[in-house]
T-cell receptor, first 111, second 117 residues
Framework: SQQGEEDPQALSIQEGENATMNCSYKTSINNLQWYRQNSGRGLVHLILIRSNEREKHSGRLRVTLDTSKKSSSLLITASRAADTASYFCATAINQGGKLIFGQGTELSVKP | GAVVSQHPSRVICKSGTSVKIECRSLDFQATTMFWYRQFPKQSLMLMATSNEGSKATYEQGVEKDKFLINHASLTLSTLTVTSAHPEDSSFYIC?????????????FGPGTRLTVL
């Protein structure tokens, strides 16, 4: 069963703008991860945030986690056309356990 | 980083035939691998957890007799779609779990696109 709900389902922005995607989940988690998928391709791991962390940065990516609201957000700053892809959040109830994916956000960055 | 491969990358078969998909961890050993299915424009749905040397654990609603999983070695898990039908057409993705510094990470394969005619 799906754990996460993501919004928006689709997001279209201009190059240089920031993109924010949100993810909500239902149960307690050990960690939450964000992945990127180019059309018809495999997944690329972007960032992992643990349940005791509130914010994490990696390059142009910023992830927040609010366990009280059971939600996370992924911010991509200064977006580029190459950022065009689908972005998924995935939650793990246990460390190393199975991942339950959200519905995903399809991001389109126009040059 | 750890590399996971899948073979074949795409396969087209006739309805009623069986198709085997391989998932290999190329530079590490994985006692646990996961199999996911993704329909067009949808998210990944976990099908089963594959454990080396023991039976796979299937998610609710996934038919174990239709999707046979064999994890016979620490670097290979196979998914066989038996008596495939058009509704089984999908993108099948595996991941392999590795332990690093006391922490777990999952690495995903590139996926296998199955088309059943």
């Amino acid at each position: 069963s799906q754990q996460g709900e993501e919004d928006p389902q689709a997001l279209s922005i201009q190059e240089g703008e920031n993109a924010t995607m949100n993810c909500s989940y239902k149960t307690s988690i050990n960690n939450l991860q964000w992945y990127r998928q180019n059309s018809g391709r495999g997944l690329v791991h972007l960032i992992l945030i643990r349940s005791n962390e509130r914010e994490k940065h990696s390059g142009r990516l910023r992830v927040t986690l609010d366990t009280s609201k059971k939600s996370s957000s992924l911010l991509i700053t200064a977006s580029r056309a190459a950022d065009t892809a689908s972005y998924f959040c995935a939650t793990a109830i246990n460390q190393g356990g199975k991942l339950i994916f959200g519905q995903g956000t399809e991001l389109s960055v126009k040059p | 980083g750890a590399v996971v491969s899948q073979h074949p990358s795409r396969v087209i078969c006739k309805s009623g035939t069986s198709v085997k998909i391989e998932c290999r961890s190329l530079d590490f050993q994985a006692t646990t691998m996961f199999w996911y299915r993704q329909f067009p424009k949808q998210s990944l749905m976990l099908m089963a957890t594959s454990n080396e040397g023991s039976k796979a654990t299937y998610e609710q609603g996934v038919e174990k007799d239709k999707f046979l999983i064999n994890h016979a070695s620490l670097t290979l898990s196979t998914l066989t779609v038996t008596s495939a039908h058009p509704e089984d057409s999908s993108f099948y993705i595996c991941s392999a779990r590795v332990t690093s510094g006391g922490r777990y990470e999952q690495f995903f394969g590139p996926g296998t696109r199955l088309t059943v005619l």
